[in-house]
């Protein structure tokens, strides 16, 4: 029954095996554009507006930050698109900064990606509530906070059925959107394109007149400080290169195509809209987006005052929309993010798993919650949110970070050294742990095995006791664990019957090639666990399968056994730490207790072997050691 209200609410569970699958949830270039860049033409909503807004007084300098920001959109959209070509197989910030100059400088970037994929979320909830609220009834402005709440767990819903499953939803809000704002830019600005010649003139005549009465450095300290607080406008161009491994193959030409889709509609968004504000004198009006103001004049200058309203009405609610699709980017491509560092241990593996819709749950419910936090401490504020979200934005990192420090700067400072402190502490623990277990590997992995010649491998006899094994690697915990059944039960066990799962997760969900090399991976391990076995004088046998829940396939593995091996007690090696805390509860997957709790109650025996790790004083270096 709840298997079933499972499939309703979130839809069947897709077979990561299957030929077809990774065409199935693929993007095309115009699929990606909808799901990827939404983020970067969604930032219309707040970014010319910020940087308009703060350029005060002097609005004349709109037409140079216009021109300013459609060629940044391209030099930034130029760039990734080198990217794309040279990291095919996606990763973006993160995947670049740790290849090319070494882990630790990745880890910034990726824990700036993180939250800056958190702000991401919980701006483009708020400024979507700003938008539908700019139109309703002041009474009822209390609701907006509960609205912007109810649309990230929405959000978060759709994304835990799918990435493409998501993004269809969603493509008919984002081509309304491209169309409703087409029409609107348009009408703002090609009938005054006769007054562009007299703009020109006037802002260079105002922009001299500033430079003598102000100075050089005065005057360039404006436009690059509301061009700073426009850097909001940037954030989603990157959002392709990250998110690459949802694409359509060939993956590098869709995703350079997509790169042009999203420059060519940012940059005539974005700077059309800094035009629209210049040539309408559009200013700001309290208890509503310059957006609301821009639309109002344009439309009212064209059609009845009935059909301008239902227009501006269309209009701020596609804004609205777009929001929510531009939040896409944060979920799609922040548990990429999110996984990738798992896959390197900066983050708890358990990250890097997928669910049966294949995508990384954990990431999406850590993306979603993380976001609502940041919409809980900003109370939806649109003007702080762009400030915070602004730091992470590597363009105007130092210039945001020194002018709007007090005004919300600090919080993003704070949250992403905190974030990346956790990512070393968590690293560090997965790095002790992983040399206790070389240490156990030194001293296992090299006992020699040779076949008896004068006591050969027994025959099959299923009727007879057999040891199945749950192993993970050909490694020092299995062998030890494989030593110790004839230690406990001597003489006891005549087969052994060694069972693995390959498990793919985000590391391995990369394409068919990589499943097929997991496979051929855990073949030859299971090979030479028969090998081992077999000098040991058992006869032995493996069983495995490829799957994306370990704990279901291990079950299904354990009853295939128990039929064909009536007398089977299962066994499972386990670390067991000598000082349990928080990481150790976390970051390490308590299979075997999982799994004997489930073998119970179908009447299947299993035991669970215990592997020491302690710490060795003075050294403070973590060992292990084999307990019986």
């Excluded at 699958?21 to 799901?35: C, E, N, P």
């Excluded at 959109?73 to 290849?99: C, D, M, N, Q, R």
């Excluded at 079950?555 to 386990?574: H, I, N, R, W």
């Excluded at 073998?599 to 710490?615: A, H, T, W």
Aim: overall charge neutral; hydrophobic content about 50%; glycine content about 8%.
């Amino acid at each position: 029954m709840a298997f079933s209200l499972k499939n309703i609410l979130l839809g069947k569970p897709k077979d990561p095996l299957a030929p077809g699958v990774f065409h199935q949830i693929s993007l095309i270039a115009f699929l990606a554009w909808v799901g990827l860049g939404a983020d970067g033409l969604s930032s219309s909503a707040y970014g010319p507006e910020e940087a308009y807004l703060a350029l005060g007084g002097h609005f004349f300098l709109a037409l140079p930050l216009a021109i300013l920001m459609a060629v940044t959109v391209f030099i930034i959209s130029a760039s990734y698109s080198h990217i794309i070509e040279l990291f095919p197989t996606g990763g973006g910030g993160y995947l670049v900064a740790t290849k090319l100059l070494g882990p630790k400088v990745g880890l910034v970037s990726g824990s700036a990606l993180i939250i800056d994929y958190m702000l991401t979320i919980t701006i483009s909830a708020a400024s979507a509530g700003d938008q539908i609220f700019s139109f309703l009834p002041a009474s009822i402005h209390g609701a907006k906070l509960a609205t912007e709440f109810i649309l990230i767990f929405f959000l978060l819903y759709l994304n835990l059925r799918g990435t493409k499953e998501s993004v269809l939803f969603l493509l008919p809000i984002f081509v309304l959107f491209v169309l409703a704002h087409l029409f609107a830019i348009s009408l703002g600005v090609v009938p005054k394109a006769v007054e562009m010649p007299a703009l020109a003139s006037a802002t260079y005549q105002k922009t001299v007149g500033d430079i003598q009465g102000l100075g050089l450095w005065a005057t360039l300290f404006i436009i690059l400080h509301a061009y700073s607080l426009g850097g909001g406008t940037y954030t989603g161009i990157e959002a392709v290169s990250n998110g690459l491994q949802s694409l359509r193959e060939p993956r590098v030409e869709t995703g350079k195509r997509t790169m042009i889709y999203m420059a060519v509609s940012l940059a005539f968004t974005a700077s059309g809209l800094l035009l629209c504000y210049l040539l309408n004198q559009v200013s700001a009006e309290a208890g509503r987006t310059l957006n609301a103001s821009l639309f109002t004049k344009v439309y009212a200058n064209f059609f009845s005052p009935d059909l301008a309203y239902t227009l501006l009405v269309v209009t701020l609610v596609t804004e609205a929309a777009i929001l929510l699709v531009a939040a896409q980017a944060g979920f799609i491509d922040g548990p990429r993010v999110l996984s990738n560092m798992a896959v390197d241990s900066w983050a708890p593996h358990r990250f890097s798993h997928l669910s049966d819709k294949l995508v990384t749950q954990y990431g999406i419910w850590f993306m979603g919650l993380a976001s609502l936090a940041f919409l809980i401490y900003t109370s939806g504020d649109v003007r702080l949110l762009v400030v915070m979200y602004s730091i992470n934005v590597f363009l105007t990192f130092t210039v945001t970070v020194v002018i709007k420090f007090a005004e919300g700067g600090w919080v993003t400072l704070v949250v992403t050294s905190a974030f990346i402190l956790l990512c070393y502490i968590v690293r560090s623990h997965y790095d002790r742990v992983q040399t206790a277990l070389r240490a156990l590997d030194e001293t296992l992995m090299n006992i020699p095995f040779h076949p008896d010649l004068k006591n050969p491998v027994p025959a099959k006899n299923p009727a007879a006791p057999t040891a199945a094994l749950i192993v993970r690697n050909f490694d020092g915990l299995a062998i030890h664990s494989l030593l110790t059944i004839p230690r406990l039960f001597p003489n006891q066990f005549k087969n052994v019957v060694f069972v693995s799962v390959g498990l793919i997760d985000y590391g391995q969900f990369k394409g068919s090639k990589e499943i097929e090399n997991l496979r051929r991976s855990k073949e030859e391990d299971l090979k030479s666990f028969v090998e081992f076995a077999n000098c040991l004088g058992w006869y032995a046998e493996y069983r495995y399968s490829l799957g994306i829940d370990l704990i279901e396939e291990l079950e299904k593995l354990c009853k295939s056994v128990a039929q064909d091996f009536p007398g089977s007690v299962f066994f499972a090696g386990k670390l067991v730490f000598e000082q349990e805390n928080l990481f150790t509860r976390l970051l390490h997957n308590h299979t075997p207790f999982t799994l004997e709790q489930r073998l119970q109650f179908e009447g299947l025996q299993m035991i669970i072997l215990p592997i020491r790790v302690s710490r060795s004083y003075p050294s403070g270096r973590e060992t292990a050691h084999a307990q019986a």
